[in-house]
């Protein structure tokens, strides 16, 4: 069998199995398809499973393999395409490259027919963020932008709407590929070659696929494989997993932090210089806006806003465009997202901190006094892991839903409590006592179900009922 060369014209009428109907499978269906290729797409889950996203596959053009025999669409296959949710390690997978056919990510297949730069981030945490903010750069200095990836709209519809353009004779259609980019993603590339990438920092996740974090971290670094001289490569130096990759590149060396300054080793940086936020790569130094200026809170949060401008500072966006966007930027939809101002006293709904961890980090991101909002139903956390966090930053605990009673044992002692029936009765209890200088956070460090349908619910009932308090 001969072997497929991933490119339009070798596309033409080979036989492409994709695995894994998630939203970047559908994409890819959509861009082999366009491409000439006979497309197949296989899951493990059953038709009545998969019944809504199957709605979005056009069976005249795609064939549907689900359920127990959906190993078998790879028997004839001449390349494989899977989607993030897809281990690698499949041992399905695995007898495929027996057979010399090849293995690739929906991320490589899709990044082959465009030819913009592609500004892409990887990370455990703050990708969505701080990919989001390049997209507004890009927008706010009207460059025709791509924003997706791994975040929302697969790579592939990007892809879809080139080679469209291509066929038309028009030229590609974005300026910019602005790509949030995994860890799964990056498993199975070959030549994704960013202009900019970045690892934003590597904590302990995933661990159900991957044997160490060494691992991890090995998958991550990937999106430096393919880089030249001419590319940019940016690290956190606060980071020791991450720096330390710095020597092992062949792009040009860029770093951000906030605790030291971007020296010798470097081809620049941004980082915090006292209250300002600095940044280097132009080769001269430009300061970007205050830290206090910024409307997100929590200091990963600043550590995501320095990334996305050293991306835009690369690309020639002016520093006041810069800082008009990170200025005004509230937060992603319920991370964190500054709601309201009222009265000096800061409103944040962190509907999605589920979790003891995530709760633990936005208390650690806040200097200013905490109103804490905190329960819902138990997920078997350890609530004692923020006792100690709880008594250094909260100023009072309004608790509520069913977890209430195991939260008020956890934090006896460590600050005052008081229980509220309903999310808006403890919002208008935190409106009431709260001083100018405060901050009302809603991090639950529980699910949402024993009163929410999810936490987008419960996030938009908090944002309602602040919106609904009389000036």
């Not at 899951?43 to 979005?56: N, Y």
């Not at 550590?303 to 996305?308: K, Q, R």
């Not at 936490?455 to 009932?461: A, I, M, P, S």
Request: proline share 3%.
């Amino acid at each position: 069998m001969a072997m497929v060369e991933v490119e339009e014209v070798e596309l033409s009428g080979a036989q492409v199995t994709v695995l894994g109907l998630a939203r970047s499978g559908i994409a890819a269906c959509q861009l082999l398809s366009e491409a000439g290729a006979r497309v197949t797409v296989a899951d493990r889950k059953g038709e009545d499973e998969l019944a809504a996203v199957l709605k979005s596959v056009d069976r005249t053009q795609v064939q549907v393999s689900v359920g127990v025999e959906y190993e078998r669409s790879l028997d004839h296959a001449d390349l494989v395409v899977i989607s993030p949710g897809v281990p690698y390690r499949l041992a399905a997978l695995e007898r495929v490259r027996r057979r010399g056919v090849k293995v690739i990510s929906e991320l490589e297949l899709a990044s082959r027919f465009l030819s913009a730069p592609i500004l892409a981030v990887t990370g455990t945490n703050g990708k969505s963020t701080t990919v989001t903010l390049i997209g507004k750069m890009l927008a706010e200095q009207g460059k025709r932008a791509f924003v997706g990836g791994n975040l929302g709209t697969a790579l592939s519809e990007a892809a879809w709407t080139a080679l469209q353009a291509k066929k038309q004779g028009n030229p590609e259609p974005y300026d910019y590929l602005a790509v949030e980019v995994s860890s799964f993603q990056l498993e199975t590339i070959e030549r994704f070659h960013p202009w900019v990438a970045a690892i934003l920092n590597v904590t302990v996740d995933h661990q159900d696929r991957y044997d160490s974090i060494d691992e991890y971290l090995a998958a991550k670094r990937r999106i430096f494989e393919n880089q030249t001289g001419d590319d940019f490569a940016l690290f956190n130096l606060d980071d020791p997993r991450v720096a330390a990759l710095s020597n092992t590149v062949r792009a040009k060396r860029l770093g951000f932090s906030r605790r030291q300054s971007v020296g010798r080793g470097f081809d620049g940086g941004t980082y915090l210089d006292g209250d300002q936020i600095v940044t280097t790569v132009t080769g001269r130094r430009q300061k970007i806006c205050r830290k206090s200026d910024l409307k997100i809170l929590g200091h990963h949060n600043v550590e995501n806003v320095m990334s996305a401008a050293t991306y835009a500072a690369l690309w020639g966006c002016p520093a006041h465009m810069i800082r008009r966007v990170v200025t005004s930027f509230p937060g992603l939809e319920h991370a964190l997202e500054l709601v309201r101002e009222r009265r000096g006293v800061r409103f944040v709904n962190d509907s999605k901190g589920t979790n003891v961890d995530a709760t633990l980090k936005a208390l650690e991101g806040i200097d200013r006094p905490i109103w804490l909002i905190a329960g819902g139903r138990d997920k078997g956390g350890d609530f004692s892991r923020l006792t100690e966090t709880v008594r250094r930053r909260v100023k009072h605990a309004i608790l509520i839903g069913e977890a209430a009673p195991l939260l008020k044992s956890a934090w006896a002692g460590a600050t005052t409590i008081s229980e509220a029936k309903s999310l808006r009765d403890a919002v208008e209890w935190a409106a009431r006592e709260a001083a100018a200088g405060d901050v009302v956070l809603m991090s639950p460090a529980c699910a949402s179900f024993d009163m929410f349908r999810d936490y987008q619910d419960r996030g938009r009932q908090f944002k309602l009922a602040v919106q609904a308090l009389p000036e």
